[in-house]
């Protein structure tokens, strides 16, 4: 929708229809249903169960074609290719969609080969089906997104917490893609990255890339490829909630243990007191106890029950909080496939 996007991630936004369902915790507070609401009159015509998708205008789903043609433009300027975060307002991979939608958008997709699409999923369960089922039409049944995913097609899974990643990372992982990466926003918890138990049955690495398995008659099954980049950040808005300072480092050190791209892009709403010491009269309001932070805590007075080795947070607003991590600002990206497979822009 947008060709100067404010998220850090990426360079541009484009909704090809507006509308979703809540899927989880990350979904408590969508700024998309709140922002339809405002639209709506108070009420979110586009979204939970039964409710119409709205598809966006073709001025709109024009302005990925311009991106496009500007690509010599853009590229003299920043030296890469552009990013296009696709659906900030939605989800593709949404039941609730028409699946001539999602054929559209591949058209689309399949006509702006100078734009590298990230499409950020919720539903990341349905991702590889989906995009079989539209390359089938497109293809008349001739091609499979297996046999050739498009190297401008990132594929990425929104992870909450522990229980998101166990769940959706090897759905992730299964999905045919050239980029996979993780946004982990709003983070709401300690996650592991470095091993995840399948049921049990198998262990897989996500920063590595190796897997620890066999298959029925007892041989190794074949390595899996590494998460290409993680992205973390707190949330913001109204009703957000905290994130601890310690679930952001462990991954920053994950991330760098592994040599995979880490990209810290909020603190949201709170942040720890060392980013607001330039905030004369700042009032502190939460902390953390145990390792939990619950709304009551707010009423605490400063040093109530405070454990030491716990922060304090402050809620100073998401532009105040700002984006730096221990002092450093971690804003490193992969490289485009159509580029070469390093990792680049690295900035501390
Ligand atoms: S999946 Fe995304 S757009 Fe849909 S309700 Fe959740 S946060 Fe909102």
Same mark, same amino acid.
């Given at each position: 929708m947008t060709e100067r996007s404010n998220i850090e991630w990426t360079d541009a936004t484009f909704n090809p229809w507006e509308g979703c369902q809540k899927m989880g915790l990350g979904c408590d507070h969508c700024y998309a249903e709140t922002r339809n609401a405002r639209f709506g009159g108070g009420v979110a015509p586009n979204w939970g169960p039964g409710a119409p998708r709205r598809r966006t205008s073709a001025e709109n789903w024009r302005q990925p074609i311009k991106w496009n043609a500007e690509h010599d433009a853009f590229v003299a300027e920043h030296g890469r290719r552009r990013r296009v975060f696709c659906a900030s307002l939605a989800d593709v991979f949404d039941n609730a969609v028409d699946?001539? @939608? &999602?054929?559209?958008?591949?058209?689309?997709?399949?006509d702006t080969p100078n734009l590298d699409w990230l499409l950020l999923t919720k539903r990341i369960g349905n991702a590889h089906q989906m995009l079989d089922a539209a390359l089938d039409v497109m293809s008349h049944g001739l091609t499979r997104w297996a046999d050739y995913p498009w190297p401008n097609v990132w594929i990425g899974a929104t992870i909450a917490n522990q229980i998101e990643a166990d769940r959706d990372i090897p759905k992730l992982m299964a999905v045919p893609a050239r980029v996979r990466f993780l946004s982990m926003e709003p983070l709401l918890g300690p996650v592991d990255l470095t091993r995840i138990d399948i049921n049990g049955w198998a262990e897989i690495y996500p920063l590595t890339g190796t897997t620890e398995c066999t298959d029925d008659d007892g041989n190794p099954m074949p390595d899996i490829p590494a998460l290409d980049w993680i992205i973390v950040g707190g949330e913001s808005g109204p009703g957000a909630r905290p994130m601890h300072p310690d679930w952001a480092r462990s991954l920053r050190d994950q991330c760098a243990a592994a040599g995979v791209p880490f990209l810290f892009k909020q603190w949201g709403e709170w942040t720890p007191g060392v980013n607001v010491? &330039?905030?004369?009269?700042?009032?502190?309001?939460?902390?953390?106890?145990?390792?939990? @932070?619950?709304?009551?805590?707010?009423?605490l007075a400063a040093d109530d029950g405070h454990i030491d080795d716990e922060p304090d947070l402050y809620r100073v607003g998401k532009k105040a909080a700002g984006r730096r991590l221990d002092g450093c600002t971690h804003n490193e990206f992969p490289r485009s496939p159509k580029e070469g497979h390093d990792h680049v822009n690295r900035e501390h």
């Open positions: 699946p001539q @939608w &999602r054929i559209d958008l591949l058209q689309l997709i399949a010491e &330039r905030h004369a009269g700042i009032v502190k309001t939460a902390m953390w106890l145990n390792s939990e @932070w619950s709304v009551g805590m707010e009423s």
